[in-house]
DNA sequence: ACGATAACTGTCCGATCGGTCAGTCCTGAC
DNA sequence: GTCAGGACTGACCGATCGGACAGTTATCGT
């Protein structure tokens, strides 16, 4: 082996999820990460069943925190709902803010993939939480709107420090939401 | 000939709009295009210059209008320039709705087309504005916000009437911004 | 020292893409 | 009628893509 396989594989990983998020998964071609890795492109293939298993690997974990989120808000009541939801919501825009560019970068090819399937029914119920589960119109599109500053100003990454860019991404959120602390 | 130029031409940059709002721009081949206008690939080619072109011609209006915003915000002091800048990026990205859509869809693609190489640095003079001209981290935050916020929330097109839409967009986004009316 | 096996690669393949081009078809002016 | 020119198309092209596969190299247990 050249290699310890754990290495190239992580460094696979590595390449890709930099390339995907800058240049959109359609964007990237086995042989730019090969390249970028150093590797040759069938050495890709070896180590992962096709293009598809690598953008799947990268998003997993994100997908099964969003599924986790999901869960937990589900269980509760309306009242408390909402600052949850801003809280769980933000937190995983941040932990996962590359992953959140690689989405941002190609929205219907890496949402319609096997491995986020659940992603559109979890983010409809989001947002119905990011609304206190009320049906009002207005109340929906503000939901609407923290669903996508949140999302848009992570796959930005501004340049600004980590806790100020949270504070302002939870207080800014509540602020859109009309929702009085 | 066939049909009337302007015929078909319009019903080329209807289809491609469509598809590309669908499933974006690298998603939709010319092949596509072709089979939902009911005309031949070479068809397409015959009415404009290539792929690239149909789409200049889809989001140059667009790009036109967000400048002649951005010419206008130039000219408005700091503490007038916000609502200015909430109001015009709102009533723009509802007027152009689906064109927000495609380029929600491919957004690295679609944004280093030649006829959009402006919109990087008006977006980024917009934030200014949507912030006041402030160089405050936490205001440069919020102002990322209101651009994604409007953005997605455009994008996404939610089932609520425009009036109510528009409404909220504003709204939402001043509360965002935390500006008091 | 030496197979067995995992790691890796060069090369080829079919599909699909955007684009070209010679040629056909239709229409309207004369 | 006819003919010039715009509208349109089928067939083809080179490039690029994701992927398949046989073969080579390096490592390790024995």
Redesign the interface.
Known sequence: MARSTSTLRGQILEAALDLFA???Y??TSLHDIATVVGCSKASLLYHFAGKDAILTELLSPAGEALAELDADLAELDDDRVVEAAVTGYVDLALRFRREVTVL??????TLCHPALAHVPGMAERLVASLAGRSTD??R???A??????????CA?D?D??AD??R???LH??L??L?HTT
């Open positions: 800058t240049h959109g359609r964007g941002f970068q190609d929205i219907t090819e119109p207005k929906l599109v503000t609407h709107m923290v669903l996508g500053a949140v999302f848009v100003t930005g501004p600004v420090p100020v860019l504070e302002e991404l800014g959120s602020r859109t009309g």
